[in-house]
Each structure stands twice: as C-alpha cells, then as structure tokens.
C-alpha cells in the first residue's frame, strides 16, 4: 500500500514539474511587444518583432484588440506606422468596422491591409492600393474619397519613350465603407491614358510616356485638393 502511494506521489510530481518546465517554456517564447496603438471604438494594436532601417521601422508581430479581446494576430507580413494617414478605422455599421493598416512589401510599393470586423470577428480581409493624401471630395458630389494606386511607373524602349499602364483608383466612403467609385476611376484615367485599360496595373499595356504629364497631373490636384 504503501509502495502504491509512493509511485502515485512520485507520478504527480513529475506531473507538475512537466507543467511548470511548459508555461515556462510558453513565457520565454511569447513575443515581445514594442509599440502599442490605441485606436478608436476600443481598439488596440500590440506590435513586436521589430526591425530598424532607420528611415523607416517594421514589425513582423501584429495583434488587434478591442475591449481588450484579441481579434486578430498576425505574423505573416511587415506592418510599417511612418505615414500619418494610417491606421485608418471606419464605422461602418452596428458592431461594424473597416481598419486599414500600411504593409511594407519592398522591393514593391507598399499596400494597404484592410480587416473586416463584425462583433469581434475578422470577416473578411483583402489588399488596396495606398492613398496618395487625405480623403477629400474629388468630385465635387459631397461624398468623400481616397485615391491610389497599385504600384510604381516605368520607363523603357530606345529612347525611353514607354510606360506601363498604372490606373489611379478612387475609393468613396460611403455608410457601409469603402466602395471603389468605377465611374470616377473609368473617367479619370481615360482621361490620362485615352482609353480605360481595367482596374489592374499592367506593364504589359504599353503607354507612350507622354501620359506621364496627365498622371502627375492628376496626383497633384489630388493632393492640393482642400
């Protein structure tokens, strides 16, 4: 009996032990956190895994919050915080959200993540392009938009005469979010390239460089836009 007792207090023991070695291991591995955003409608942003680069700063570790619940983490992509227009947070509805966070993808041109939250869970997540300035109204029809686009212009051929096809996007801010306004975005870049090419960059549509004049036209009065 007394042998019995003894082998059952020797198993909990090692039970214990095997527990305490666990949460241990569980503390030393659990991400340093470095930075920590406190957003509006009780959200909160923890980040870590940080990498200097001295103009710009990165973290690899993402975790959302609200009303201290976790909703999302992330460590899958490098989040950058340099540009003020970003985070974003959008109201969209009752418990409805829209957040919209800066991703460092070099040797690309950054991007913008956008979650999608309703009662405390990421329904949907997908990519636009990042907003040359504050939304403002470019239409003049009283409804706000951002404007953007995918990626970076080229120039080739013998005498540098080409260019890709680089459509600016413009998203209106509307109740239920961001919607991409198709008729503003067909109607401005006809008006650059000539004719609307899609919704897509494309560096297999070659332009002549002369419409380079029209884009950066177009990129000023959007950002001198009051």
């Not at 413009?170 to 503003?184: F, H, R």
Request: contains cysteine; glycine residues 4%; positive net charge.
């Amino acid at each position: 009996m007394k042998k019995n007792i003894h082998i059952l207090l020797t198993i909990v023991f090692i039970l214990i032990v095997c527990s305490v070695k666990g949460k241990q291991a569980n503390n030393s591995t659990k991400t340093k956190v470095t930075k920590t955003l406190l957003l509006n409608f009780g959200f909160k942003v923890s980040l870590g895994q940080e990498e200097d680069f001295k103009t710009f700063k990165t973290y690899s570790f993402f975790e959302l919050r609200k009303n201290e619940k976790t909703i999302y983490k992330d460590t899958s992509l490098e989040y950058e915080f340099g540009d003020k227009l970003y985070p974003i947070v959008l109201q969209t509805g009752k418990n409805k959200f829209e957040l919209l966070f800066e991703i460092n993808d070099r040797p690309n041109k950054n991007y913008l993540k956008r979650l999608i939250i309703k009662d405390y869970r990421v329904i949907k997540t997908d990519s636009l392009p990042t907003f040359i300035s504050k939304a403002t109204d470019l239409d003049n029809d009283g409804i706000k938009e951002y404007a953007g686009f995918w990626d970076y212009n080229e120039i080739w051929g013998e005498s540098e005469t080409k260019t890709d096809y680089n459509p600016i996007l413009y998203y209106k801010i509307k109740p239920t979010g961001l919607k991409l306004d198709s008729l503003l975005t067909k109607e401005n870049n006809t008006k650059i390239y000539g004719e609307f090419h899609g919704f897509e960059f494309n560096e297999k549509i070659e332009m002549p460089t002369t419409v380079l004049d029209k884009f950066e036209k177009e990129i000023k009065r959007i950002t001198d836009k009051k």
